[in-house]
Structures are given as structure tokens and as C-alpha cells.
């Protein structure tokens, strides 16, 4: 992952986005920016940012930076991610592959999205509003229903027994949390 951030928003300062980004995360960040005083400059830097750009840029500049900083991240890269609950399933993020015992299981993209954010969050309560965002993003006029199916469908490959569900549960009301127990052989 990689994050190119222009300074210059509407709505909201690019700053602030770079501040929030780094208060969850530490996904590379390069500012692209007219702003070319060295205070800027500065200020990018002591927020979190990798590298920064100046405005008018080259492409080949623009993709020279961007190579530069994933060669210095790389190597901090080492351990891959492995969410891991009882009962056997397995959510490997970086190869998008779910596991069930010794069972790889095949989601589509929307049941992915929803697994890998409920199991990033377990016991957090997802609204159908939050989930139909996750899988359609902000614009979205379809209807929350959608989100049931695909709750459904998951249910059907990853538990053992989807009328009693161990890791997708419904919480009356408000909609769905993931509730897998978390195994001690996660990685970070």
C-alpha cells in the first residue's frame, strides 16, 4: 500500500488527512504540493510524511520517490499478516486467501471486504450503512438487503454450522460483528 497526498483538499486540509492517517497506520506517504516553502516542507515531514513533492513534477520523478521509499519500507515488511481463530479459519490479508482447516475457501470481492474488516475489528458492531460502504464505498443507492446476502453467502463458507454462526453473528437490530476467538498464532 502506498499513499500519495495532496496538500491542497477541498474540505479538508491535507495535513489534517496525513495527522489521521498516521494515528492508525504507517502506510508510506508521499505529499505532492504546490506549497514549496521549506516550512511546509518541514511541517510535512514532522507529520508523518516519507518524501515530498513539489508541484509542477515529472512523472518519472513522481515514480523515482515512490520506488525509493518502498525500497526502505520493504525490508520493515518481513512477517506477513495472519489473522488467525479458533476452529481453524485462517485470513491471510496480503494474499487475499481465507482458510478453513486445510479448506482455501473462495469469497468474491464483497465477501472478502466484509470478512477482512470485521475479523481486522471483531466485536466491533458493523450497521448495514458501514458495510455497504466497505463493499460499494460512499456513492452507493443500492439497497441494504444486498449486505444480508452477501452475510449469508459468507456464512455458508466459513462456518461450520452457518444457522449457528461462530465467527459472522447478528446482533438484533443494529446488524453484524465478527465474533471469532482470537488464536495466540497471530502476527502483527
Known sequence: DFIIL??????????????????HSQVPILMLTAKTQEDSVIEGFGLGADDYVTKPFSVKLL????????????????????????????IHPQ??????????????????????????????VFTRDELM?????????????VIDTHIKNLRKKIEANPKQPVYVKTVHGLGYKFGGESDEKNTP
Open 95 to 124: 494474499r487475499m486467501e481465507v482458510w478453513r482447516e486445510d479448506a482455501n475457501i473462495s469469497l468474491t470481492k464483497s465477501e472478502w471486504n466484509i470478512l477482512l474488516a470485521m475479523a481486522r475489528r471483531p466485536k466491533k
Open 133 to 145: 460502504e466497505i463493499v460499494f464505498g460512499e456513492d452507493t443507492e443500492s439497497l441494504d438487503r
Open 6 to 23: 495532496d496538500l491542497m483538499l477541498p474540505g479538508i486540509s491535507g495535513e489534517e488527512v496525513c495527522r489521521t492517517i498516521r494515528e
Open 63 to 90: 515514480y523515482a520517490r515512490m520506488e525509493a521509499i518502498l525500497r526502505r519500507v520493504a525490508p520493515q515488511q518481513k512477517a506477513e499478516e495472519v489473522l488467525s481463530f479458533e476452529g481453524g479459519l485462517r
